[in-house]
């Protein structure tokens, strides 16, 4: 083999290895319904909810709560939270509001990110800090538990959502509590809590050991 073959076929390897270690980041668009009636619904609970008075439907991200949805596949996942209003199923939550749930994403068991709504697009998934979160939504539950592929891609939407916002804090849906009597915490009822699980604690050490290089804080420490 001559030199300049030689050449090329390392160059070839490099490139090669470069484009396996520096994947492009990509989002797939599956957006929920964000009609009048959830905007509307959305402005109310800024306001009832939070204490917060705005004519939008907008978020200023400072934070990202992970989630897992405790339904088996993407579409049951996505279809759950698709309507503006919630279901007569979620009577435990209806009290507070009629608005339904969602997470500005969803990820699939194999990795693939879904956006649902705009990144500040205001989102119902987390008591008393949704108008400054963004919700990330894992299929998967305690029965299924999430995959390294999803670990891969929280990853990475956490370093993109880094690089775009004023991000604090990477929490799980089971933390929110540690805030209650923080600043960011705002929400109108003492009494309107409820006790979560997901995505748990070993989920919440894995990301936090990939992310430290972000200096993005956890759960507050009491």
Same mark, same amino acid.
């Not at 400072?62 to 199923?89: C, R, Y």
């Given at each position: 083999?001559n030199?300049n073959?030689?050449?090329?076929?390392l160059?070839g390897i490099?490139?090669?290895?470069?484009?396996?270690?520096?994947?492009? &980041?990509?989002t &797939?668009?599956k957006?929920?319904? &964000?009609?009048?009636?959830?905007?509307?619904?959305?402005?109310? +609970?800024? =306001?009832?909810?939070h204490?917060?008075v !705005?004519d939008?439907?907008?978020?200023v991200?400072?934070? #990202?709560?992970?989630?897992?949805?405790?339904? %088996?596949?993407?579409?049951?996942?996505f279809?759950?939270?698709? %309507?503006s209003?919630?279901?007569?199923?979620r009577?435990?939550?209806? @009290?507070?509001?009629?608005?339904?749930?969602?997470? !500005?994403?969803?990820?699939?068991r194999?990795?693939m990110i879904?956006? !649902?709504?705009p990144?500040?697009?205001?989102?119902?998934h987390? #008591?008393?800090?949704? +108008?400054?979160?963004? @919700?990330v939504e894992?299929?998967?539950?305690?029965?299924a538990?999430?995959t390294?592929?999803?670990?891969?891609?929280?990853?990475?939407?956490?370093r993109y959502? =880094?690089?775009? +916002? =004023?991000i604090? +804090?990477?929490?799980?849906?089971?933390?929110?509590?540690?805030?209650i @009597?923080?600043?960011?915490?705002?929400?109108?009822?003492p009494?309107?809590l409820t006790?979560?699980?997901?995505p748990?604690?070993?989920?919440?050490?894995?990301?936090?050991?990939?992310?430290?290089?972000?200096?993005?804080?956890?759960?507050?420490k009491?």
């Amino acid at each position: 083999m001559n030199f300049n073959l030689k050449l090329l076929c390392l160059c070839g390897i490099l490139l090669f290895s470069n484009a396996a270690f520096t994947q492009t &980041f990509r989002t &797939f668009n599956k957006p929920v319904v &964000f009609d009048e009636e959830r905007k509307q619904l959305s402005i109310e +609970y800024l =306001k009832v909810r939070h204490g917060i008075v !705005q004519d939008s439907a907008t978020i200023v991200p400072k934070m #990202i709560v992970l989630h897992w949805t405790a339904i %088996p596949t993407l579409e049951q996942s996505f279809d759950a939270m698709n %309507p503006s209003v919630l279901p007569g199923a979620r009577k435990g939550i209806a @009290g507070a509001s009629s608005l339904n749930v969602a997470a !500005q994403f969803l990820v699939d068991r194999d990795g693939m990110i879904f956006r !649902q709504l705009p990144e500040t697009a205001f989102a119902r998934h987390v #008591i008393g800090l949704n +108008y400054c979160a963004i @919700g990330v939504e894992n299929v998967g539950g305690s029965n299924a538990l999430l995959t390294d592929a999803q670990l891969d891609a929280n990853e990475a939407l956490i370093r993109y959502l =880094k690089k775009k +916002y =004023k991000i604090e +804090y990477v929490i799980g849906h089971h933390e929110y509590q540690s805030f209650i @009597g923080h600043p960011l915490f705002k929400e109108t009822d003492p009494n309107y809590l409820t006790v979560k699980s997901d995505p748990g604690d070993e989920f919440m050490n894995k990301i936090r050991e990939r992310i430290k290089d972000l200096d993005i804080k956890g759960a507050i420490k009491k």
